[in-house]
């Protein structure tokens, strides 16, 4: 089976920054889409940055020009670059995946455990 794995949750104060990571692992066939998502206490979850099946890119407003998502292809890892890291920040982020695990197998959706990250104020 496919489990996601992230890392690189932290405590750190406003202005600071911080880079996420997650590895893809199992029976793999192919990725369509890759990326964060972020859930707050009492607040919905909700996108932070992906990558699109086409390689695009999608971020939330609130995180444009501070956050910047990258990847390795050839390890099945995506990272997130935080920077200019606000108290609003702080939340749990999960990883996300659209993959399908093998030839003609279905698309699925797959979640990371989620990390921690607070950001004093």
């Known amino acids: 089976q496919v489990q996601l794995v992230e890392s690189g949750g932290d405590l750190v104060q406003p202005g600071g920054s911080l880079r996420l990571s997650c590895t893809a692992s199992?029976?793999?066939?192919?990725?369509?889409?890759m990326g964060w998502y972020r859930q707050a206490p009492g607040k919905l979850r909700e996108l932070v940055a992906r990558f699109t099946t086409s390689g695009s890119t999608n971020y939330a407003d609130s995180v444009k020009g501070r956050f910047t998502i990258s990847r390795e292809n050839a390890k099945n890892t995506v990272y997130l670059q935080m920077n200019s890291l606000k108290p609003e920040d702080t939340a749990v982020y999960y990883c996300?995946?659209?993959?399908?695990?093998?030839?003609?197998?279905?698309?699925?959706?797959?979640w990371g455990q989620g990390t921690q990250v607070t950001v004093s104020s």
């Open positions: 996300n995946a659209a993959l399908i695990s093998s030839y003609d197998g279905p698309l699925r959706s797959y």
């Open positions: 199992g029976s793999i066939f192919t990725i369509y889409a």
